[in-house]
């Protein structure tokens, strides 16, 4: 089964940079398609990065996606951290078999 | 402007059968590269995707679901149906549909989700 492992949690304190990991287990490579969405309580996601590196409309600048092949992860970069970032962000990639796939979810807290 | 909408029971009992229905407008199925995906979270859980339809009517279901899962489209009525048997307690959860560009790699629009509770 294609599986993408996060961390649980991460805190940072305002104005700071944080990057939340999203690794591929063992068989489970991850693709330059990989997308994060940020989940705010009672609301559904919205995309932050979308194909590795993306932004869509209306996403600030201060985050920021890249992949690490030789690891086999992926990585969503918030820089300048505001109280308004604290939500769950999941990543999210694509394979052939088990198709689209969401990782575990990451708590961030803005503190 | 795109929208969708999940409508269906917020209970069902174990063993029954769910349906769901997601009313999208702005966009058509007809239309290539344009799908629409179930995915599902239950309470204080992950997201899980669960099954996708394109605008060709291809079908794609979760390895784990897929024996229980059925997706189908109305192109007419801008509808796209869920239907999942044998709900279980373990089934609870709030089901949202989203729309996919085939071109593009995220599921850009969301419903506001439905949130399901299997209990007797």
């Known amino acids: 089964n294609f599986m993408l492992t996060q961390p649980h949690s991460v805190s940072e304190s305002p104005g700071k940079t944080v990057t939340i990991s999203c690794t591929g287990g063992?068989?489970?490579?991850?693709?330059?398609?990989v997308q994060w969405y940020q989940q705010r309580p009672g609301s559904a996601p919205t995309t932050v990065i979308y194909?590795?590196?993306?932004?869509p409309s209306g996403v600030p600048d201060r985050f920021s996606g890249s992949i690490d092949s030789s690891s086999n992860s992926a990585s969503l970069t918030i820089s300048g951290l505001r109280t308004e970032d604290e939500a769950d962000y999941y990543c999210q990639s694509y394979d052939s078999t088990d198709h689209w796939v969401f990782g575990g979810g990451t708590k961030l807290t803005v503190l | 402007q795109v929208t969708l909408r999940e409508s269906g029971p917020a209970l069902v009992k174990p063993t029954q059968t769910l349906t769901l229905t997601c009313t999208f407008s702005g966009f058509s199925l007809s239309t290539s590269g344009m799908c629409v995906s179930w995915i599902r979270q239950p309470p204080g859980k992950a997201l899980e995707w669960l099954a996708l339809i394109d605008w060709d009517d291809d079908k794609y279901y979760s390895t784990s679901l897929r024996t229980r899962l059925t997706i189908s489209k109305d192109t007419s009525k801008n509808q796209v149906v869920l239907r999942m048997t044998n709900m279980d307690p373990v089934d609870t959860a709030t089901y949202f549909c989203?729309?996919?560009?085939?071109?593009?790699?995220?599921?850009?629009?969301w419903g506001q989700g439905i949130l399901v509770t299997v209990s007797s």
């Open positions: 063992s068989g489970s490579v991850i693709s330059n398609s």
């Open positions: 194909d590795e590196n993306q932004r």
């Open positions: 989203a729309r996919r560009l085939a071109a593009v790699g995220h599921f850009d629009y």
